[in-house]
T-cell receptor
Framework: AQKVTQAQTEISVVEKEDVTLDCVYETRDTTYYLFWYKQPPSGELVFLIR??????QNEISGRYSWNFQKSTSSFNFTITASQVVDSAVYFC???????????FGTGTRLKVLA | NAGVTQTPKFQVLKTGQSMTLQCAQDMNHEYMSWYRQDPGMGLRLIHY???????DQGEVPNGYNVSRSTTEDFPLRLLSAAPSQTSVYFCASNPRQDTEAFFGQGTRLTVV
């Protein structure tokens, strides 16, 4: 069975602090995909990143970076120098190769205080 | 390019009423799906379709019906609304397998 755990329900940081959102997954598949989505207060879901299980290279995009470690089944997301606009709920998701179905974590609400 | 469009954005139903949540996409995506989002539970898959005429159940299909007569449209029907169906519903589409999904703006449904 597949499962995604986001143990941090809510995190509050002060602007300009760095923050890491944790994502731990379970799967028996050798090929799978991991995703992060952002849900701002307006409610829509915004795609941030997709990573396949064979690519453990870390990714950096501006203030965002992702650390994928198969050994610990984790796909953590770090925001550097957080801003108020980063306040949102962030979801980690997992999908099996060859499918269109996602297993979502329960989300982490990030509050960035000015 | 509108992407994925859901209507209505908000809806209040009485217990036992039926209604259809509309979803349309203009990206010619074969795969479409419906999720519900509940507090503390993330998003859960209700039904999905891999092409016109083909639908299948997801994780929480009870109380919902879908059909896919065209590539563009994927309506979700609530047969007899129950308070447990109070949720935010998202429609999504994917261009291919193993890709990210494009989500609609969501429909907030309250059943009283």
């Amino acid at each position: 069975a597949q499962k995604v755990t986001q143990a941090q329900t809510e995190i509050s940081v002060v602007e300009k602090e760095d923050v890491t959102l944790d994502c731990v997954y379970e799967t028996r598949d050798t090929t799978y995909y991991l995703f992060w989505y952002k849900q701002p207060p307006s409610g829509e879901l915004v795609f941030l990143i997709r990573r396949n299980s064979f690519d453990e290279q870390n990714e950096i995009s501006g203030r965002y970076s992702w650390n994928f470690q198969k050994s610990t089944s984790s796909f953590n997301f770090t925001i550097t120098a957080s801003q108020v606009v980063d306040s949102a709920v962030y979801f980690c998701a997992l999908s099996k190769r060859g499918t269109y179905k996602y297993i979502f974590g329960t989300g982490t609400r990030l509050k960035v205080l000015a | 390019n509108a992407g994925v469009t859901q209507t209505p954005k908000f809806q209040v139903l009485k217990t036992g009423q039926s209604m259809t949540l509309q979803c349309a996409q203009d990206m010619n995506h074969e795969y479409m799906s419906w999720y519900r989002q509940d507090p503390g539970m993330g998003l859960r898959l209700i039904h999905y379709s891999v092409g016109a005429g083909i639908t299948d159940q997801g994780e929480v299909p009870n109380g919902y019906n879908v059909s896919r007569s065209t590539t563009e449209d994927f309506p979700l029907r609530l047969l007899s609304a129950a308070p447990s169906q109070t949720s935010v519903y998202f429609c999504a589409s994917n261009p291919r397998q193993d890709t990210e999904a494009f989500f609609g703006q969501g429909t907030r449904l309250t059943v009283v």
